[in-house]
Nanobody, 119 residues
Framework: QVQLVESGGGLVQAGGSLRLSCAASGSIPSGGAMGWYRQAPGKPRELVARISSGGSTNYADAVKGRSTISRDNAKKTVYLQMNSLKLEDTAVYYC?????????????WGQGTQVTVSS
């Protein structure tokens, strides 16, 4: 059974910092892209940041310049450092691993961790 275990969410003050982590375990294959998505109430799930197995990164415009995604391939863990947090960062954050095969993409998701930014 594939598991993505997230940690680091919680309640933080606006302007503060937070680090999310996600460790993959089980039968999940190595080499896939890893990333973070978030979903705010009443809004669709959106990409926050993504990192390939080779280290290439992609960020949503809303978090560019104040967030950093990184990974430890040996530990199959992805991190998201978020600084200068804003109220609009409040959402449930989901860890994602995407693996491509000849059939197509397979997505694995974590259970989600709540991030709440207060004024």
């Amino acid at each position: 059974q594939v598991q993505l275990v997230e940690s680091g969410g919680g309640l933080v003050q606006a302007g503060g910092s937070l680090r999310l982590s996600c460790a993959a375990s089980g039968s999940i294959p190595s080499g896939g892209a890893m990333g973070w998505y978030r979903q705010a109430p009443g809004k669709p799930r959106e990409l926050v940041a993504r990192i390939s197995s080779g280290g290439s990164t992609n960020y949503a415009d809303a978090v560019k310049g104040r967030s950093t995604i990184s990974r430890d391939n040996a530990k199959k863990t992805v991190y998201l450092q978020m600084n200068s947090l804003k109220l609009e960062d409040t959402a449930v954050y989901y860890c994602n691993v995407q693996v491509w095969t000849t059939i197509g993409p397979t997505n694995y998701w974590g259970q989600g961790t709540q991030v709440t930014v207060s004024s």
